[in-house]
């Protein structure tokens, strides 16, 4: 083959050039083809004729113009309008080999320039001219920078949003993480209250999970209905505010409904969640407090009975503090009489049941004794039994008396007070004396007996009782009640187990044991040696009749064991009727008992003669000795004699 210096080259040479041809002819293929595909319009053309004889598929879309209807044409009929930019552009290409011009204009469709840039490129092909030109619409050029820029700025921002979103998964991570280890059950809703999440903690107290919850209303299905049971309306629902309203709710007792329709009872806040001014639902965190609620009201109503327990124990402990000190200590009923066995009888029978008593008798004949004897054998002797006396209590605090009062109730009433009944709450009451309750409180105290019920002064909160009653009296009071001076259907109340307690005239047989008795008592409680009770004394004492009965009884021998001389009894008993004159001269020595009774030497001696007569007769005429009248007279009986020798004749 001839190289460009005219010689032959060697076989390898030869070999070299085809090979350089054959990459001519694949370059001019690949060119062919870049020209054919680029994307900007291209045109070859003459720069001499003008006459186009290439346009790439760019460039037949920029005109518009099919193939064969370019391909032949000049470049100035294309260009018409522009032919001396044209040609100007066309001298410099071929000139420098290459130009640029943005001056080359085209019209759009619609009138307006179009911007563009030609560049051209001059090359040799065949010893032939040829220009090659590249069209760049400038607009579109521009677009794509900002495009560019746009698409610079886009690429950073997603970076920057990629690490807002990394941020921001961390967080949600740490807040699920919160949520889930959170002790307190949280929740939250959109504004149509419909279930957006639940935690752990909330899925645990509930019984539902989150999957069943969520996208669900919360209201109709844990908030439905109150403690009470009655419908909770989502009007009145304080989460439902929260949302609606746009405020934070406390609440610190609810009941939330768990899936198996049990309830927990709940505090909870309520807080709107705002997002740009607007509310968009609410977070609610709650938490269970059954069993603290369950644990204060225990409290609660531990401290209130301890309260009240407290109160009664201090009433009882005063009330028993006078007892004690006030009353025998030994509740024994003594006596042989037919009558002391009846009443030990009765009391047996009655004790046990809860029938309401009605001991009558004369005072001191041991009413209250029977009375605390029936308390003591029945059921409620492990409660007390309260014993007020109707005939202490002023008029006017009656009703406070039995029925307690609130602080404020009257002038005077400084603090709450529990009234006897209410103190007797379990045991029983004694009503001593009730024949002198007033008439007009006699309704409150029959309505109590009735049913039970009754209130404080000054309070109108009805409290019930179960208290036994006993009721003693010394007067008749069926008598009481036909006079109209005491209520008949209280009386019958009262009178349902009468019990009748004897004057102690009427059963002189239990005197002597009765003594015995009262000698003992006082003598341990002196600390002193018991004296023995002669038949003398017995003699002297159940010649007596006793008006003031066993207490009275109990108070001679009292007296008796304090002025004990030589271990000696002697009673200072008022002188009985028995033992006053017959003759009309002489005075009624009934009178000696009274204690201003004043007498002759007459009187005196007659006294002393009718005196020594019944010792004597007492002592069955027996001077000296045990028993005998002098021993009986507390004097020697060689006195006795010469006071009987003094005397005379003794029914003289
Ligand atoms: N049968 C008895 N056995 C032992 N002691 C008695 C007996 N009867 C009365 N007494 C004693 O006599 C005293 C008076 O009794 P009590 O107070 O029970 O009488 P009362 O009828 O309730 O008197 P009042 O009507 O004045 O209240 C008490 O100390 C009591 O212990």
Known sequence: MESDTGQVGTADELNGSQLLEDEWFLASAILRQAFDKQPEPGIIFDPHSGVIFRANKAALDFFKIAENDIVGRTIGQIYSDEKGHLHVFTEEALYRGYAWTRDITLQRP??????????????????????????????????????????????????????????????????????????????????????????????????????????????????????????????????????????????????FWRKNNTSIRVEYTSTPIVDEGSVVGAVIVFREITQRKRDEEQLKAALEENARLRERLEMENAYLQEEIRSHINHYNILGNSQAIENVLKQIELVAPTDANVLITGESGTGKELVARAIHQASERRDRPLIRVNCAAVPRELFESEFFGHVKGAFTGALRDRIGRFELANGGTIFLDEVGEIPLDLQSKLLRVLQDQHFERVGEEKTREVDVRIIAATNRDLKKEASAKRFREDLFFRLNVFPIECLALRDRPSDIPILADHFLETVCSRLNIKKPTLTKANIKVLSAYDWPGNARELQNVIERSAILLREEKLSFNLPVPEELSFDAPDEICLKDVGKQNAILTAAELAALEKKNIKRALEAAGGRVSGKDGAAEMLQMKATTLYSRLKKIGDLNG
Not at 189 to 202: E, K, S, Y
Not at 226 to 239: F, M, N, Q, R, V
């Open 110 to 255: 619609d009138g307006k320039p179009m911007h563009l840039e030609h560049a051209a490129v001059a090359v040799t092909w065949q010893g032939k001219a040829r220009m090659v030109v590249t069209i760049t619409d400038l607009h579109k050029f521009e677009r794509r920078s900002v495009d560019d820029e746009a698409n610079t700025y886009h690429r950073n921002g997603l970076e920057e949003w990629r690490k807002a979103e990394k941020y921001f998964r961390e967080i949600e991570r740490e807040n699920r993480l919160i949520l889930a280890a959170a002790g307190e059950g949280i929740y939250g809703v959109n504004a149509d209250g419909v279930t957006t999440f639940l935690n752990p903690a909330a899925e645990m107290m509930l019984g539902y999970s989150a999957a069943e919850l969520v996208g669900r209303d919360m209201h109709s299905i844990i908030h439905h209905h109150k403690a009470d049971g009655s419908l909770y309306d989502e009007t009145e629902c304080p989460i439902y505010n929260a949302f609606r309203k746009g405020t934070l709710h406390t609440v610190d007792d609810e009941v």
